[in-house]
Every structure is written in structure tokens, then in C-alpha cells.
């Protein structure tokens, strides 16, 4: 299994299909986060982020590029 292409949380395991697309994969992600946690209803998630790409993006162990992007992320839940 490709981990560059899975996601492991506490032992779950998504497996993430990008050739559906970035926003697929994500839509994915959320809609998971959002029934594991039991978002409550009529909350407003909005999710932003603009991270320039450079070659160090391209190395998945790269902790240093995966925190810039991490960063960048500007998540909001208003409930």
C-alpha cells in the first residue's frame, strides 16, 4: 500500500483515489471528519489555503514542507 496515498488516523485507514481529483480527495476527508466528530447540524465549515508548490513538496517525509502547507490552511467552524 502506497502511504503517500493513504491517510492513518489512530488506526483508520482512507485510501485516497487522487485520479478523481484534489477537491474529490478532500470532499472525502471532510465529509469523514464531519461524521466522525458529529459536526453539529447547520455549522458552516470554511476551508482556505494558498501555498505556493516548490520541489520540496515532492518528498512525502519532508516534515519541514508538510508543516508550510499545514500552515497555510486556514480552517473555520462556525456553529
Known amino acids: ?23 474529490f480527495a478532500l470532499a472525502e476527508v471532510v ?10 447540524v447547520n455549522s458552516v465549515l470554511t476551508i482556505r489555503m494558498e501555498a505556493p508548490i516548490y520541489e520540496g513538496h515532492y518528498d ?11 500552515s497555510e490552511m486556514d480552517i473555520n467552524l462556525q456553529m
Open 1 to 23: 500500500m502506497d502511504t503517500a496515498n493513504n491517510i492513518g488516523n489512530r488506526g483508520n485507514v482512507l485510501e485516497l483515489d487522487f485520479d478523481l481529483g484534489l477537491g
Open 31 to 40: 465529509h469523514l471528519y464531519i461524521a466522525e466528530k458529529k459536526l453539529p
Open 60 to 70: 512525502v517525509d519532508n516534515d519541514e514542507a508538510f508543516s508550510e502547507l499545514h
